[in-house]
């Protein structure tokens, strides 16, 4: 079977038996589960804000939040699977990633002031407990380390005067040029790994191994590898 036309966002699980998806709904969106057959379709919510977009932070919980947008105050939930959610982060420009499944969850968080401008990238175990980095740059240009003692993270080193960010980037109308940072989300401490590029990351993944750190180049869409051991 197939999942339904014009999703918004789909997750799966960690364990890999399991789907989350986004959909528009009448009046609103969805979020729903299923199995990875598209079957055994469970809707989880429904709401009248026009578009979550959905990660899994473990087998049992799933990070929902609102598109990233320096105009509005972005908010996000965690929705437990069967349970009613709770309020999390809001911020304007929210971006978050969660770490791998373990004992203890770690977010890597993005935000922006009023003016549109990036903030330092705090890595958060919780609405009250966070550290703040020296880095500015959005959770999504960044990937956690298969046990979640490390991020890794493309950091724009120009300065854009008068864009409105996160919107200018995503509309492609403001393009970074990147630096490559290891961050060590316990103490916030950070390590550059490679000076500026000409190169706007995003989608970024490890190898198996973690011997190099793959992204996309959003400029041209080409695919680039970056050595992180010898």
């Known amino acids: 079977s197939f999942l339904p036309r014009a999703l918004t966002s789909v997750d799966l699980s960690p364990d890999g038996k399991r789907i989350v998806y986004t959909e528009p ?46 105009s509005v105050l ?28 373990g004992k203890r969850a770690v977010y890597a968080l993005g935000s922006v002031d009023t003016a549109g ?20 740059t959005l959770a999504e240009k960044c990937v956690w380390n298969k046990v979640g003692t490390t991020l890794y993270c493309a950091v724009p080193q120009n300065v854009l005067n008068g864009a409105l960010l996160p919107d200018d980037w995503y509309k492609g109308t403001a393009q970074f040029f990147d630096g490559f940072f290891k961050i060590d989300p316990m103490s916030g401490n950070t390590e550059k790994v490679m000076d500026i590029s000409p190169i706007d990351a995003t989608n970024l993944f490890l ?18 590898r970056l050595q992180l051991k010898l």
């Open 25 to 70: 709904s009448a009046g609103g969106s969805r979020v729903a589960i299923s199995d990875t057959g598209g079957h055994n379709v469970k809707t989880l919510l429904t709401d009248k804000l026009p578009e979550w977009r959905a990660l899994w932070v473990n087998n049992d919980a799933i990070l929902l939040t609102t598109p990233p947008s320096w």
């Open 117 to 136: 401008a990036l903030l330092p990238l705090r890595m958060a175990d919780s609405k009250s407990s966070a550290t703040t980095t020296s880095v500015a």
């Open 207 to 224: 190898d198996s191994d973690e011997q190099f750190l793959y992204f996309v180049n959003q400029r041209d869409s080409t695919l680039w």
């Open 74 to 101: 972005n908010i996000s939930l965690l929705l437990p699977v069967g349970k009613q959610p709770t309020e999390f982060f809001s911020r304007r420009g929210l971006s978050l990633l969660p770490s791998p499944p």
